[in-house]
């Protein structure tokens, strides 16, 4: 019975989470960033690495690495704030007229819960997703890619401390990433 | 469109007289198609950092006009430039985007060539060549000129390229400000891991044109500058030392290079920045300090963006970095950015500065954001049969520059535009569209090193 009750917590930790997660990317798409905001900890870290080719062998240097290299994105909640007030500053170009977004996240797996999964704290997960913008007119774009984030239990509701973005693209075809993954 | 461009043709694309610029030379396949041979075969190109390849080894593929090509120091240490292009069939030599190698072997037959360019390895060679394949004369194609100046590394295609010194000329004083130390010792500095790359739906002149001098894009930034993201909290960039600045564009136009600055007074002194964090401030404090003293009047130039004919710009101070706007077909460019720092900045420094280059620059910077919904939706709107019945309006300063310019007793070399009233001016525009007229025009580099001629000298 252990058994199957840890595994009906996993479940049910994992419905909970992913329910989590799609209520974060309708905030996104809905635009209501400043609520999106609130999801996040005051100590949370957004990295999303560039990526190499590199040899066989050597995919240890695929990444440009957190804290050290230059990333697409390498920063805490200050600047992910500042963002935010710019897209709502009204005259952010490359936002205004705003973009039209799907965030579309599947493949959700929980790959560490503490302390347990009945009664988990932290939750470190790894997704898929697919981000699709369309704007102005004909202008579209598709980002697909590995996600990993570590969410924190903070006042009864999930919180996101870490997202970790991988992205399937060498050179971005995307002529600038003003949304958030 | 069917026009068939003649050399004749482009004056009439760009009227300098009448500081004007057709659309065709931005969204026409013809012009783009010209302009590989005329401009990317026979200028000087950035290449990559010395500090990329600081091993026996080490490479780092980039890109001079359209073409891949392969940096990389050999065994002996040497830096060396090849196109990447296998000599038997063509195929893609190397595609990685860096790393270290002994050797670098043909996916497709096998040919091998060593990081000196040497073809070294040939399958089949005794049975199907017969040893009669004279391997000398089948190395990687190797650039005809390439110069390490301060840690750039520049080629050209062009064996009759005048030395890379005298194609930058007077330039070179702001190209010293990127690459040397902030405390003005030379060539002090490095790249931070990770090189930028992104495509921007525009042609390649827009972004190098921006960069040349175009202070009047201001609004283009109005919603960073109200978050505030510089290195003091304010605004995208510290500006307190522009206090009672002069603003000049200074534009070399027989050579086609140009940026902005500002003059700071005679009596001017070091004052704070990057206020952000007490370290850096001290260090940057500290540095301009020893660089006043150390280049005396001329530690009065604030360098601002600046581009070097064709198509690399570069920003020497806020966020200090180099771009490189590569062309992928009439519409498309592909952007590389590399960033720069003091090679013996204090980890704090150099760690403040990443920070505040990634949230500045590129397709996720606050401020570039915008920079590149600009060139896109310009060149965009600029492809119709009708938009492209109007010139570019370039008249803005028209018949107001000076070529002996002096302020206090510095001399600034170049054509200089003091916008200091006016806030904007073209002329660093026009002198770079004039020399791409040149170079469109001209049969060989007898005829674009005019300045010879002049008598201007280098």
């Not at chain 2, 204090?346 to 600009?374: C, H, W």
């Not at chain 2, 370039?394 to 520059?401: P, V």
């Amino acid at each position: 019975m252990v058994v199957a009750n840890d595994r009906l917590a996993m479940l049910l930790l994992k419905q909970d989470v992913e329910a989590f997660l799609y209520h974060e990317a309708n905030l996104l798409d809905d635009r209501r960033y400043e609520e999106w905001l609130d999801l996040l900890t005051d100590d949370v870290r957004y990295w999303v690495p560039m990526r190499r080719n590199v040899k066989f062998g050597e995919l240890e240097r695929e990444f440009t690495r957190e804290g050290q290299d230059i990333n697409w994105f390498d920063e805490g909640k200050t600047t992910l704030t500042q963002r935010v007030r710019q897209i709502l500053t009204g005259v952010h170009w490359a936002e205004e007229p705003l973009s039209r977004l799907s965030h579309l996240v599947t493949n959700v797996e929980i790959t560490e819960a503490t302390p347990s999964a009945a009664d988990a704290e932290e939750v470190s997960l790894r997704c898929r997703f697919i981000i699709y913008r369309n704007r102005v007119a004909t202008e579209t774009d598709i980002l697909v890619g590995r996600r990993e984030d570590r969410l924190r239990r903070v006042d009864g509701g999930w919180r996101i401390s870490q997202r970790q973005v991988f992205l399937d693209q060498n050179v971005l075809l995307a002529k600038n990433l003003t949304f958030f993954f | 469109m069917a026009i068939t461009f003649q050399p004749s043709s482009y004056s009439g694309l760009v009227d300098q007289d009448n500081g004007m610029v057709s659309r065709e030379i931005f969204v026409n396949s013809d012009i783009y198609a010209e302009e590989q041979e005329r401009i990317f075969t026979r200028a000087w190109l950035f290449v990559g950092h010395e500090s990329q390849v600081s091993k026996p080894g080490d490479f780092f593929v980039s890109s001079m006009g359209e073409e891949s090509v392969i940096l990389c120091r050999d065994r002996q240490g040497e830096i060396h430039v090849f196109l990447n292009s296998c000599m038997h069939r063509g195929m893609k030599v190397c595609r990685y985007d860096e790393g270290n190698t002994p050797i670098f072997t043909c996916p497709y037959h096998g040919w091998s060539f060593a990081t000196d360019g040497a073809l070294v390895g040939v399958p089949f060679y005794k049975d199907a060549y017969h040893e009669e394949l004279d391997k000398s004369q089948w190395g990687l194609i190797r650039v005809p000129r390439m110069t390490n100046y301060k840690g750039g590394i520049w080629a050209t295609w062009d064996p009759n390229a005048p030395d890379f010194l005298e194609y930058i000329g007077g330039f070179r004083t702001y190209l010293d400000i990127l690459f040397d130390g902030w405390d003005g010792s030379e060539g002090g500095t490095e790249i931070i891991g990770g090189i930028e790359k992104w495509m921007v739906p525009s042609n390649w002149k827009f972004p190098a044109e921006n960069f040349i001098g175009d202070r009047y894009h201001n609004i283009s930034h109005r919603s960073v500058d109200l978050v505030g993201i510089g290195p003091s909290g304010q605004g995208r960039r510290d500006n307190s030392d522009r206090e009672g600045a002069k603003s000049l564009d200074v534009s070399f136009p027989e050579r086609g290079h140009g940026t902005v600055m500002f003059l700071r007074p005679e009596d001017a002194q070091p004052v704070a920045s990057y206020q952000n964090d007490p370290i850096v401030a001290e260090y940057f404090y500290q540095c301009e300090i020893a660089r006043k003293e150390r280049q005396g009047e001329l530690w009065r130039i604030l360098a601002g963006p600046g581009t070097i004919f064709p198509n690399m710009s570069f920003l020497p101070r806020q966020p200090r970095s180099i771009a490189v706007w590569h062309p992928r077909g009439p519409d498309q460019t592909e952007v590389w950015r590399w960033f720069l720092v003091d090679s013996s900045a204090p980890p704090e420094v150099k760690e403040f500065l990443r920070q505040y280059y990634i949230r500045y620059s590129g397709p996720a910077g606050l401020t570039e954001q915008d920079d590149m919904e600009n060139w896109n939706y310009a060149h965009a709107a600029s492809r119709g049969a009708m938009a492209r019945r109007h010139h570019y309006n370039y008249q803005m300063g028209m018949g107001y520059a000076v070529t002996d310019f002096e302020d206090g007793g510095l001399k600034l070399e170049g054509t200089v535009l003091d916008t200091t009233k006016a806030r904007a001016g073209e002329q660093n525009q026009r002198g770079f569209y004039n020399r791409w007229r040149e170079f469109m025009a001209a049969r060989d580099w007898d005829e674009l090193a005019t300045w010879r001629k002049n008598g201007s000298g280098c």
